[in-house]
């Protein structure tokens, strides 16, 4: 393994910077470090050039807003100009944002669910027809909140053979009770399915969510998270290389298949149903 392209959404800062910093540093790939700000973006890159100088050159800033139809766009445009006669090996959608950032329900369901799909669909074209690989940043928040809905919603998550109709209806049945309160728990289960629905309609590649753990970042300051963000990497590091079991599957930070309706803590046995 070595020189593989990876796209990774929200690499400037938390885990995004440390999974773009440990791809360049110790897998030796060429990484597309996506920002929605290009200073931002920059100035991380630059972190990773300090800290190891053989990466100069090696690495790129992708302009990425995952909100903006016509910046995901551009992003991908600009990206396959870019790769020229070279495909991409991965993406990894990252960017997401909810709980301590303080922002509206709008914008989380925004970043972190229609965002995602934003992205997938623009680069999809771009990826390695058979090796290709996505790996969708989750989070526990998504089982948490799926084991106190009904079991109908739970079905219809459950479902590898679910639709994007029905993942967006899950959203909007969820706002149509009130505040959105819980819109980082809908939008972490429900991107989830997606993983799924994606897996089932694109079966050459291959496709996981996976969660990162409890991780001192931004999002959840003063939650009492101890981790690193480097210590948030192990399972989206194992999904982008590992030889996989499945496609289409959710995994916790320990790298091991997890249910999407029940909080699985790492060390505890795999989830083995459908």
């Not at 959608?93 to 623009?122: F, M």
């Not at 994007?164 to 429900?190: L, M, P």
Request: net charge neutral.
């Amino acid at each position: 393994m070595g020189g593989e392209r990876i796209l990774v959404t929200g690499g400037n800062s938390g885990i995004g910077l440390a999974l773009c910093k440990q791809l360049a540093t110790e897998h030796d790939c060429h990484v597309y470090l996506g920002s929605r700000s290009m200073e931002s973006g920059s100035k991380a890159l630059e972190s990773i050039f300090s800290y190891a100088p053989q990466c100069t050159g090696k690495n790129e800033v992708v302009n990425i807003d995952v909100m903006s139809d016509a910046s995901v766009t551009e992003a991908a445009n600009s990206l396959r100009t870019a790769l020229g006669s070279e495909v991409l090996y991965a993406v990894v959608n990252n960017a997401g944002t909810g709980l301590a950032h303080g922002v509206a329900p709008e914008v989380i369901l925004d970043t972190n669910l229609y965002g995602v799909k934003r992205v997938c669909e623009a680069f999809l074209p771009l990826l390695h027809p058979v090796e290709g690989r996505i790996v969708n940043v989750g989070s526990g928040a998504g089982p948490m909140w799926l084991n106190k809905q009904s079991a109908e919603t739970k079905a219809i998550i459950n479902d590898a053979n679910v639709t994007w109709q029905q993942i967006d209806g899950v959203v909007k049945a969820e706002f149509s009770r009130g505040t959105g309160v819980n819109a980082y728990g809908v939008s972490k289960s429900c991107v989830s399915a997606y993983t799924a629905l994606l897996a089932r309609t694109n079966p050459n590649l291959k496709c996981s969510s996976v969660s990162p753990g409890f991780i001192d970042t931004a999002i959840v300051r003063g939650f009492g998270a101890k981790k690193s963000p480097e210590e948030g990497t192990v399972s989206i590091r194992h999904y982008l290389f590992a030889k996989l079991e499945g496609n289409g599957w959710y995994y916790g930070s320990d790298a091991v298949r997890s249910p999407l309706d029940v909080l699985r803590n790492p060390g505890e046995p795999p989830y083995t149903g459908k």
